[in-house]
């Protein structure tokens, strides 16, 4: 079983839609959660960080971390075409850097 | 605009090169990362520094060599290339802080043929 698993997609939803993205993870451990964009081409830029459990939310964004569960989401609301990415996720124990686990991410398209 | 920059956007090379990928950061972070990117595996660490001169294997160190001489700068070297090291490269920097963010490059395209 790999650490982090996600959903690779592709996902395709037309636009004003809600989304969900999600990832499940296997080492009862992580406390930080963390969410990056990746445009085509692009590296991958840090949208949200949560840490522990709970929901935090940034304009569109909502992240929610459920540890009981090792359940992760990323609610996209009122989705745009600049959305349509790769999302992934990343998750670590404690605050060093070395040890975060990336999910494999997943592709999003968003329908104009 | 903070930036991470990486030398080279697309890379061919041949079996048995030795590869060179640069990169370079701005933001006076103490730390910097190599990862290498490849579908259905996501990113994974291949060496990571914490300080100048300073270097730490990462998950898959097999076949790389990095050196950071200077802060600001973070080499990643393939000693000689091969066909399986053809992948996505991505630098990264973070501060001493480590887990709040990480800043990438925008990648190197790297085939060996």
């Known amino acids: 079983q790999k650490e982090v698993e996600q959903d690779p997609g592709p996902l395709s939803v037309p636009e004003g839609a809600i989304v969900s993205l999600n990832c499940t993870y296997s080492?009862?451990?992580?406390?930080?959660f963390m969410w990056y964009r990746q445009y085509s081409r692009k590296g991958p830029e840090l949208l949200m960080y949560?840490?522990?459990?709970g929901n935090k939310e940034d304009g569109r964004f909502t992240a929610q971390v459920d540890k009981s569960s090792k359940y992760i989401s990323l609610f996209i609301r009122d989705s745009q075409p600049s959305d349509s990415a790769t999302y992934l996720c990343?998750?670590?124990?404690?605050?060093?850097?070395?040890?975060?686990?990336f999910g494999p991410g997943t592709s999003l398209s968003v329908i104009p | 605009d903070v930036k991470v920059t990486q030398s080279s956007r697309y890379l061919v090379k041949r079996t048995g090169e030795k590869v060179f990928l640069e990169c370079v950061q701005d933001?006076?972070?103490?730390?910097m990362f190599w990862y290498r990117q490849d579908p259905g595996l996501g990113l994974r660490l291949i060496y990571f520094?914490?300080?100048?001169?300073?270097?730490e294997k990462g998950d898959i160190p097999e076949g790389y060599s990095v050196s950071r001489e200077k802060k600001e700068r973070f080499s990643l070297i393939l000693e000689s290339a091969s066909t399986n090291q053809t992948s996505m490269y991505l630098c990264?920097?973070?501060?001493?802080?480590?887990?709040?963010?990480?800043?990438f490059g925008q990648g190197t395209r790297l085939t060996v043929v």
């Open positions: 990264a920097s973070s501060n001493s802080q480590g887990n709040t963010e990480a800043f």
């Open positions: 080492n009862s451990a992580f406390q930080y």
């Open positions: 949560t840490y522990s459990s």
């Open positions: 990343a998750m670590s124990e404690g605050t060093s850097y070395d040890k975060v686990i």
């Open positions: 933001m006076d972070h103490e730390n």
């Open positions: 520094s914490y300080d100048v001169k300073m270097k």
